[in-house]
């Protein structure tokens, strides 16, 4: 059973925007903080936002801070992560997963790892 599906990566020009999308599964969902993660190539995957499962506890990495916004839709069991100004830095596959624990931005994974989605920026 898939758990985990990004969409709404792509190719953009630095300074422009995306926004992603995951679906979760609701028992992958329901109950938990959720996370996005990144991985570019040939380095390991970081978090770069978290919100909790209310949405009244949200942190950032440093690298993305005042230009990502994450958010979610727990009726639609749906976490969003809206990126601006990006940057060719920003260039990686980028992940969801619930947070089995979290630590400001950390986030401790607790789902198999879905296809992600490839944002691409250009210079």
């Known amino acids: 059973q898939v758990q985990l599906v990004e969409s709404g990566g792509g190719l953009v020009q630095a300074g422009g925007s995306l926004r992603l999308s995951c679906v979760a599964s609701e028992r992958t969902f329901s109950g938990y903080a959720m996370g996005w993660f990144r991985q570019a190539p040939g380095k390991e995957r970081e978090s770069v936002a978290v919100?909790?499962?209310?949405?009244?506890?949200?942190d950032y990495a440093d690298s993305v801070k005042g230009r990502f916004t994450i958010s979610r839709d727990n009726a639609k069991n749906t976490v969003y992560l809206q990126m601006s100004s990006l940057k060719p830095e920003d260039t990686a596959v980028y992940y969801c997963?619930?947070?089995?624990?979290?630590?400001?931005?950390?986030?401790?994974?607790?789902?198999?790892w879905g296809q992600g989605t490839q944002v691409t920026v250009s210079s």
């Open positions: 997963n619930a947070c089995g624990a979290t630590i400001q931005v950390m986030c401790r994974p607790r789902s198999p």
């Open positions: 919100v909790s499962w209310r949405g009244e506890e949200i």
